[in-house]
């Protein structure tokens, strides 16, 4: 089944403690993107990814970091966790330039 | 930059009632237009879509017509059920001047369908 993993679903941790949440897609899409979910906000893109190697950012980069090292995963890194980076995340993932971004299911994330 | 705007509600409709959620975008090249939806504890799925003027989306009985004239890609579903009750979110995709064709997104409308 053609899917975008993500990992863990759910995930409370404190301030200033290192995290990295997980997405993986079986899809062998060249391009993946991270976006967080506010109330009243929408979706906002963090970072994204053209390929192996190739990382940028996106509208809200501030505090995270990422990897591409293997086609299939994109790890988001969130070095020091603040309280403001509390949100629910969603990594996609997406065939070269074609218009359908596939999503994982989520992570929601609490930092005390 | 690139915009999206669209009715946030929440909507409450009867079963059956007729749907209809706006959305107006602000883009300065030609973009692709998108409605995605959330159910309840999921992700987003891609709804339906249109990449040029005058072309309709349409899936699951929901439809949208991309208005350049207008600059609106407007969600409207004849009949409504309850398993429609979700988030819906109107988003647009562009290059952003680079190679990075992201997605824009509303700030999403919740739906409530009671029986």
């Known amino acids: 089944e053609a899917q975008v993993t993500q990992n863990p679903r759910y995930l409370i941790t404190v301030t200033g403690k290192k995290l990295t949440v997980t997405c993986s897609q079986n899809m062998n899409h060249e391009y993946m993107s991270w976006y967080r979910q506010d109330p009243g906000l929408g979706l906002r893109q963090i970072y994204y990814s053209m390929n192996v190697e190739v990382t940028d950012k996106g509208d809200v980069p501030e505090g995270y970091k990422v990897s591409r090292k293997e086609k299939r995963n994109f790890p988001l890194i969130l070095e020091s966790p603040s309280p403001n980076q509390t949100s629910l995340y969603f990594c996609?993932?997406?065939?070269?330039?074609?218009?359908?971004?596939?999503f994982g299911p989520g992570t929601r994330l609490t930092v005390t | 930059g690139n915009s999206v705007t669209q009715m946030e509600g929440p909507v409450t409709l009867s079963e059956e009632a007729f749907l209809t959620i706006n959305c107006t975008y602000t883009?300065?090249?030609?973009?692709?237009l998108f409605w995605y939806v959330q159910y309840p504890g999921e992700g987003l799925q891609l709804l339906l879509k249109a990449t040029k003027a005058d072309d309709k989306g349409s899936n699951k009985g929901f439809e949208a017509t991309y208005r350049k004239e207008t600059t609106s890609f407007h969600l409207e579903k004849g009949s409504v059920q309850v398993s429609d009750s979700a988030v819906y979110f109107c988003a647009l995709s562009d290059r952003d001047g680079g190679s990075n064709y992201k997605l824009t997104f509303g700030k999403g409308t919740l739906l409530t369908v009671n029986p």
């Open positions: 996609a993932s997406r065939r070269g330039r074609s218009y359908e971004q596939y």
């Open positions: 883009a300065t090249g030609y973009p692709s």
